[in-house]
């Protein structure tokens, strides 16, 4: 049984290992209490800046695979809302739970999650790990731009006196776009240097060496917090059809990301990456904001959970079917 083999290779090197982080964060936080506006913290002002810089400046994507995942993420992100607004007016869900519904569809787990899934993934391929993890970032960012800003208007609902501001100020101080700024400028200058680019190199090797560990920290420190705030969702009883909200993200975001995908007829690593991405449960950030506005946190936070807590089993099968080569057969 090929299939089966596949299946179980892909459940034990890839996402085994990532779960197993993840278990050991929820472990931690559970007994020991770790302290998470540290934890937090060094995920956005360290790893991921160093990991964002690190693929940028190594990566040899071109712009235009870097226009699509851009373009990819956001039409998908389109489709799912209009997938998930159909979804609850049928099934009569109120207005405003409906936005905190879409939030819980739309919005995913791209870096925690994402960036060690797509590098365990890849890491034994031609296109490699840092290929798909370059390409991963872009994901990332175009998911945390949005949360930042089309995230506070759907949990807020009507925008207060000054919350676009406030919006604003949350978008210009988000790291990762700064190390994406820091990486494209880098990629200039060294271009610009020429034959003299080596010799600057290693004039700046130490501050590069810190940037590789800041990036090899990323898998533990983004993976081990991701358990920790796993482990303080308070699932409580909120009500809301958290059953159909999972089926959006999990079962819905991968299906109507291959068939974008497929009619689009994108092919190799590249629609293998975007397919993937699309498999990652429900952000936690959605959580964040949801209770920052009390928009039915319990609901959201039962969904968060919910969607990681099955999120192996899906996202197994959506690496085995980016891995089969059913993107590089035409639709007829």
Avoid at 265 to 281: C, D, E, K, N, R
Avoid at 295 to 302: E, G, I, S, T, Y
Wanted: charged share 10%.
């Amino acid at each position: 049984m090929p299939i089966f083999a596949d299946i179980l290779n892909i459940a034990w090197t890839i996402v085994l290992p990532v779960m197993l982080l993840v278990g050991i964060g929820f472990t931690l936080q559970k007994r020991l209490g770790l302290h998470m506006p540290t934890m937090v913290r060094l995920n956005f002002y360290l790893v991921v800046p160093g990991i964002v810089y690190f693929s940028v400046v190594n990566s040899e994507l071109a712009a235009g695979d870097v226009g699509r995942m851009v373009g990819f993420t956001l039409g998908a992100m389109c489709v799912w809302a209009g997938l998930t607004y159909t979804v609850a007016k049928l099934r009569g869900v109120p207005a405003d739970q409906r936005r905190a519904m879409l939030m819980t569809s739309i919005f995913y787990n791209s870096g925690n999650y994402g960036l060690p899934v797509q590098e365990l993934a890849f890491r034994n391929t031609t296109f490699g790990s840092n290929g798909a993890t370059s390409l991963q970032v872009f994901v990332l960012i175009v998911q945390n731009v949005t949360t930042f800003s089309f995230g506070v208007l759907l949990a807020a609902g009507k925008p207060a006196d000054g919350q676009w501001r406030k919006t604003l100020l949350q978008i210009v101080r988000f790291p990762p776009i700064y190390a994406l700024t820091a990486g494209l400028l880098t990629i200039f200058i060294r271009n610009q240097l020429g034959d003299n680019a080596a010799g600057a190199a290693r004039f700046l090797s130490p501050f590069w060496d810190t940037i590789v560990f800041a990036k090899n920290g990323f898998i533990v420190v983004a993976l081990v917090t991701l358990g920790a705030q796993l482990a303080l969702v308070e699932r409580g009883e909120g009500k809301g059809p958290v059953a159909t909200s999972v089926l959006l993200r999990l079962v819905a975001g991968p299906l109507v990301g291959f068939t974008l995908l497929k009619m689009l007829g994108w092919t190799g690593p590249v629609a293998q990456v975007l397919l993937i991405s699309t498999s990652m449960p429900t952000a936690v950030n959605c959580l964040l904001m949801c209770m920052e506005f009390d928009n039915h946190p319990a609901f959201v936070a039962r969904s968060v959970f919910y969607s990681t807590l099955l999120s192996p089993i899906t996202i197994t099968l959506t690496i085995l079917l980016a891995q089969s080569g059913a993107l590089d057969v035409a639709m007829k």
